[in-house]
């Protein structure tokens, strides 16, 4: 008897491969959550009222001390019995808002140390140009502090995409809950699993590359820039 089945891997592999494009979906809508929702919190920590600093600090806090899976059964079991606030959404919601939520605690910490990395001279210039608030984040600080970021945003996205196999446990037919049921159906899961951890590598680890391509040439240009202040530092 063999243990690898290619005929059958070849009928169910377009279903699974349909369910790919569910988990991209999930993937980049809870990614696009956490890249605004986490810049959010870096501005809320930032603000002069402590008061609000600290409940922000304290709230980024637990949802990083606490596993995804207990939030995602929070979310999709219990907030829709929280009195007056709460209510029901699809497993798919459930799932994007989870995700989301949780990677933008850690995305705010990412933003954080980009925002540190502008020169304080920067800031000093807006207000001496007498820019507003607004005008001094969108065009000064933003486009310096997010550049040399981009890498380490792009490790978050290969992880939260290989994350997304728990939410199978709130029954969203992304890849491996598909993979699950076809196998229940003739008792077979070694040819499904397989597929899916196939597909999971075909997609992460190109992008890894990328993202260490990406980082490789972001460090190299500030190590270029620097090379460059400093000689004309020399020269002056």
Known sequence: MDVFNWSYAAEVFPTIFRAMFVTLGITLAAFAAALVFGLVLTL??????????????????FVRGTPVLVQLFFVYFAWPMVPVIGFKMTAVTAGIVTLGVHYSTYLSEIYRSGIESVDQGQWEASRA?????????????????????????????????????????????????????????????????TIVGLLFLLLSYPSSLLVGYLEKRMNNRYAQKAKKVKKEDVIV
């Open 44 to 61: 809320l920590r930032r603000v002069k009222f402590k008061p609000v600093a600290y409940l922000v600090h304290g709230f980024i806090e």
């Open 129 to 193: 140009l007498n820019f507003s608030k607004t005008k001094t984040w969108t065009k000064i600080v933003l486009p310096q502090a997010i550049p040399p970021i981009i890498p380490m945003l792009g490790n978050y996205l290969i992880v939260l995409f290989k994350e997304t196999p728990l939410l199978m446990a709130i029954s969203v037919n992304e890849m491996l809950m598909t993979a699950k049921n076809l196998g229940s159906q003739v008792f077979s899961f070694v040819e499904v699993y």
